[in-house]
């Protein structure tokens, strides 16, 4: 697959999915596969999570665009909890979907390199 650690160009330094496909690729990620399956499904809920998250974010944005001034206070209130988590997370959770399939897939690629092992 021929992926290097620095391939990630300007990533967030809070994730590490390139390092973590490289040390995969290389079978230097060594995991049990039924531990690797344990930290897929946790990975893949946290991705949910993170969609779910972009999705409200984006839903916010667009119904304070078509509200204008007249802004109902639900709609409001759905705009203020999406800008503030943004700010917080400092744009993390665009990051978030970039990097954690990467993580997803590293640990596929451990789990069947252990299977494959004799």
């Known amino acids: 697959m021929g992926r290097r650690p620095d391939d990630a160009g300007d990533a967030a ?27 897929i499904a946790e990975l893949d ?24 001034a007249d802004i109902a206070p639900g709609v409001a209130k759905l705009a203020v909890d999406a800008a503030f988590a943004e700010q917080v997370t400092a744009g993390h959770w665009d990051q978030a979907l970039i990097e954690l399939p990467k993580y997803i897939e590293a640990f596929r690629i451990a789990a069947r390199r252990a299977r494959e092992r004799p």
């Open 13 to 39: 330094e809070d994730f590490a999915g390139d390092l973590f496909l490289y040390l995969a690729d290389k079978g230097l990620l060594v995991v049990d596969p039924e531990h690797a399956e344990r930290v």
């Open 45 to 68: 809920r946290t991705l949910d999570i993170v969609k779910a998250r972009l999705r409200r974010r984006e839903i916010a944005r667009r119904l304070r665009a078509a509200a204008g």
